[in-house]
């Protein structure tokens, strides 16, 4: 099974950007696709981006033209960079593995601790 670790979250102003990361060891090499969701005050988890194996990409519509995913194959990482960032973009992020696209049954994974993003003035 992959362990994913959430890395890159923090304060940032409205407008502004920030980039999270979400390392997990061995996703590349299994074939797993990964997903983004992200858990706000509601406690609600929200879907916000996924990519597959052979990386294809897609969006939520409250995130599609200010979000980008993409996957650094060789640090079995990937990054959501999220741009004009507003204040109901607050939450807990979290990414997960899947194999919706295919992939060995290890693409199963845990849920990591998340990384937590705040946009406020």
């Known amino acids: 099974q992959v362990q994913p670790v959430e890395s890159g979250g923090g304060l940032v102003k409205p407008g502004g950007s920030l980039v999270v990361s979400c390392t997990a060891p061995?996703?590349?090499?299994?074939?797993?696709?990964m997903d983004w969701y992200r858990q706000g005050a509601g406690n609600q988890r929200e879907w916000v981006s996924s990519t597959s194996p052979d990386g294809r990409t897609y969006y939520a519509d409250s995130v599609k033209g200010r979000f980008t995913i993409s996957k650094d194959e060789a640090r079995d990482t990937v990054y959501l960079q999220m741009n004009s960032l507003k204040p109901e973009d607050t939450a807990m992020y979290y990414c997960?593995?899947?194999?919706?696209?295919?992939?060995?049954?290890?693409?199963?994974?845990?849920w990591g601790q998340g990384t937590q993003v705040t946009v406020s003035s």
């Open positions: 997960q593995t899947t194999r919706r696209y295919g992939g060995t049954w290890k693409c199963y994974s845990y």
């Open positions: 061995g996703f590349t090499s299994n074939g797993c696709g």
